[in-house]
Nanobody, 114 residues
Framework: VQLQASGGGLVQAGGSLRLSCAVS????????IGWYRQAPGKQRELVAG???????HYPEFVKGRFTVSRGNAKNTVYLQMNSLEAEDTAIYYC?????????WGQGTLVTVSS
């Protein structure tokens, strides 16, 4: 499974960004897709999860602000981020949980200026 994240950039606090994760390869083996982030000096953390049956999961600190969804072509997963805060600045990664293990895409940098 290969994943390609894109859509990061610089945005002002209160603004929005939409990240995309293009998924290819053995997609039949995917149980779920997760969006994670890692800020400088911090551990990588989950910000959104989407199961193969489209059940979503969010940690409390992004609920109501972030939305994960699947594109019509089913091979792209989006992360819509609204009301961004300086604390959301991080490298964002998408991850596939598959029957063969976990696969990571390269990250995309999100910088929120206050």
């Amino acid at each position: 499974v290969q994943l390609q994240a894109s859509g990061g950039g610089l945005v002002q606090a209160g603004g929005s960004l939409r990240l995309s994760c293009a998924v290819s390869g053995s997609t039949f083996s995917i149980n779920g897709i997760g969006w994670y982030r890692q800020a400088p000096g911090k551990q990588r953390e989950l910000v959104a999860g989407l199961s193969s049956s489209d059940i979503t999961h969010y940690p409390e600190f992004v609920k109501g602000r972030f939305t994960v969804s699947r594109g019509n072509a089913k091979n792209t997963v989006y992360l819509q981020m609204n009301s961004l805060e300086a604390e959301d600045t991080a490298i964002y990664y998408c991850n596939a949980d598959t029957t063969f293990g976990h696969f990571w895409g390269q990250g995309t940098l999100v910088t929120v200026s206050s």
